[in-house]
């Protein structure tokens, strides 16, 4: 089993700059992709970033040019710097892995931006 763990979230204004954390634990060999998704009230959770073993990362665009993914293997964590924050990325931030066939989730972290 993986176990993901994300921190970091809050309350900021626009504008602001926030840095999410996912700290994977338990069987973490051969996990793959790391990524994030977002869920705001009333709406479908979203793809926000995604990063490989490797580094490749791909965003949404809605992020690209404010958001940063990125991943320290040796720490077994994946983070997400958040810049330039707007109202819209108000949402629960949900950390997730990749190993085989198999995806996990972390438990969620509120991020709020208010205008």
């Known amino acids: 089993q993986v176990q993901l763990v994300e921190s970091g979230g809050g309350l900021v204004q626009a504008g602001g700059s926030l840095r999410l954390s996912c700290a994977a634990s338990?069987?973490?060999?051969?996990?793959?992709?790391m990524g994030w998704y977002r869920q705001a009230p009333g709406k479908q959770r979203e793809f926000v970033a995604i990063?490989?073993?490797?580094?490749?990362?791909n965003y949404v665009d809605s992020v690209k040019g404010r958001f940063t993914i990125s991943r320290d293997n040796a720490k077994n964590t994946v983070y997400l710097q958040m810049n330039s924050l707007k109202p819209e990325d108000t949402a629960v931030y949900y950390c997730?892995?990749?190993?085989?066939?198999?995806?996990?989730w972390g438990q969620g972290t509120q991020v709020t931006v208010s205008s």
């Open positions: 997730y892995g990749v190993r085989g066939a198999s995806t996990y």
């Open positions: 338990g069987t973490i060999f051969s996990i793959d992709v």
């Open positions: 990063i490989s073993t490797g580094g490749r990362t």
